[in-house]
Structures are given as C-alpha cells and as structure tokens.
Nanobody, 123 residues
Framework: QVQLVESGGGLVQAGGSLRVSCLAS????????VGWFRQAPGKEREFVTT???????VYADSVKGRFTISRDNAKNTVYLQMNSLKSEDAAVYYC?????????????????WGQGTQVTVSS
C-alpha cells in the first residue's frame, strides 16, 4: 500500500505560479511511477503529467511549457510546479502512483490516489 497526500493548493492570480506537492508513505516510493491529474467541476478527470521511476516526464499539451513535474525520492515527494496559470487550470489536482517503471495518461493505470488539493485561479 502507498498513501499519498497532496498539499500546496490555493488561490493564485492568473499568470501566477503555484507548487503542489505529493507526499508518499508506505512502500518504497522510488518503485512507483507518479502522475498528476486534475478535475474541474462538471468535467471529467484529465491527465496533466507523469514522471517515471527514472525521471522521464510526459505532459499534456495544455500544460506543456508551463508545468514541471519532478520527484525527490529521498523525501518521498513529487512536485508539480505550475507557472503562467490560466483560469482553465483551476481544478482539484490529484496525484496518483503506479507500481511500474513508466506512467501513462490513463487514470485506470494508477493504483493509488491522494485526496486532492484545490487550485483556484482568479482572473
């Protein structure tokens, strides 16, 4: 079992930056690929980014060039740095972990999920 806890969400102005974190506990975190997903009210959960065990990253087109995912296995933490935030980035952000080398864009491929952290972007 892996427990995931997100933090760092909040209110930010459009164009601003925010960093959210995902702290893992339980199994050896370095053995897991990690993804970030988000869900806005009335919309389906969507893929944001993923990082492999070795640090390879993939981004959704909508956030490419603005968001950066990174991991610190010594701290059992994955970060999502969000820059140039837009109103359409507002959502609950979830981190998810999968016991595999590579993350995917599909939520169904992740076994463990955090409770989410709210990101609100004011215009």
């Amino acid at each position: 079992q892996v427990q995931l806890v997100e933090s760092g969400g909040g209110l930010v102005q459009a164009g601003g930056s925010l960093r959210v974190s995902c702290l893992a506990s339980g199994r050896t975190f370095s053995n897991y690929a990690v993804g970030w997903f988000r869900q806005a009210p009335g919309k389906e959960r969507e893929f944001v980014t993923t990082i492999s065990r070795s640090g390879y990253t993939v981004y959704a087109d909508s956030v490419k060039g603005r968001f950066t995912i990174s991991r610190d296995n010594a701290k059992n933490t994955v970060y999502l740095q969000m820059n140039s935030l837009k109103s359409e980035d507002a959502a609950v952000y979830y981190c998810a972990a999968a016991p595999r080398d590579w993350g995917t864009r599909a939520a169904r491929d992740y076994n463990y999920w955090g409770q989410g952290t709210q990101v609100t972007v004011s215009s």
